[in-house]
């Protein structure tokens, strides 16, 4: 059975901001909402349903320009609840003033959570 989903995506300029390029947290939440959905089909066949986060760090900022990985990992499985935690780590940056962009030697863990979905009875 398949327990962790990975994404990697390209961080538009267009979807900074804010001064210095950031771009809001949403974005990785919005990422997070993709990758939790590629896991329960995986797993369960079914889209399910998120029921909310338990919990959300925001530990290193994201630019435009940067390449970022998000991944969903199940933590524990119920019936129908699935517990997942999820990590956004930025595995390139995007140009600097010198318009150089860079591979991380080690992915920098931007944002943490732990989220909670629930698949339909009907889908079981």
């Keep these: 059975m ?11 300029f267009s979807d900074a901001h804010y001064a210095g390029n950031l771009v809001d947290g949403a974005y990785a939440l919005k990422l997070f909402g993709d990758v ?3 896991l329960a089909i995986e ?4 889209e399910g349903l998120f029921a909310g986060y338990s919990s959300v760090e925001f530990l ?9 990985e998000a991944e969903a ?10 517990t997942v935690d999820f990590e956004l780590r930025v595995i390139c ?12 030697e080690s992915p920098l863990v931007a944002v943490r959570a732990r989220g909670t979905a629930v698949i339909p009875a009907e889908s079981k």
């Design 2 to 12: 398949t327990t962790k989903a990975i994404h990697r995506r390209y961080v538009a």
């Design 36 to 38: 939790g959905t590629n």
């Design 93 to 104: 940056r995007g140009s600097d003033d010198t318009g150089r962009s860079a591979v991380l």
């Design 43 to 46: 797993m369960d066949g079914h």
């Design 60 to 68: 290193a900022p994201i630019r435009g320009g940067d390449v970022v």
């Design 73 to 82: 990992q199940l933590v524990k499985k119920g019936n129908r609840s699935r």
